[in-house]
């Protein structure tokens, strides 16, 4: 059992970053790999960025990529996404997830192969 607990999130202009945060408790961090999805509102939930177990492998969406940044800290127990240069469209509710996963290169992007969730914190995106 791994339980997930998000921060970070909150109000910013467009243009503007944030820094989410994921602590894990319970049984090792390590053996996960991590992910971040997110569901706007009347949308389904989506795949935003994946790191592996070991953190060397990192994927993100096209929509995304280059703006944000997934890493984490196994020590630690957490994981994070920086996102910058937000937009609108940026707007949604923000969950961690995480894959048991043998290896610890490999990551995954369906929602289905997760095990784990946290319980989400908004993100919202002024223009």
């Known amino acids: 059992q791994v339980q997930l607990v998000e921060s970070g999130g909150g109000l910013v202009q467009a243009g503007g970053s944030l820094r989410l945060s994921c602590a894990a408790s319970g049984r090792a961090f390590s053996s996960y790999a991590m992910g971040w999805f997110r569901e706007a509102p009347g949308k389904e939930r989506e795949f935003v960025a994946a790191?592996?177990?070991?953190?060397?492998?990192?994927s993100s969406s096209n929509s995304v990529k280059g703006r944000f940044t997934i890493s984490r800290d196994n020590a630690k127990n957490t994981v994070y996404l920086q996102m910058n240069s937000l937009q609108p469209e940026d707007t949604a509710v923000y969950y961690c997830a995480a894959d048991f996963l043998f290896s610890s290169t490999y990551v995954r992007q369906r929602s289905d192969d997760y095990d784990y969730w946290g319980q989400g914190t908004q993100v919202t995106v002024s223009s």
């Open positions: 790191i592996s177990r070991s953190g060397g492998t990192t």
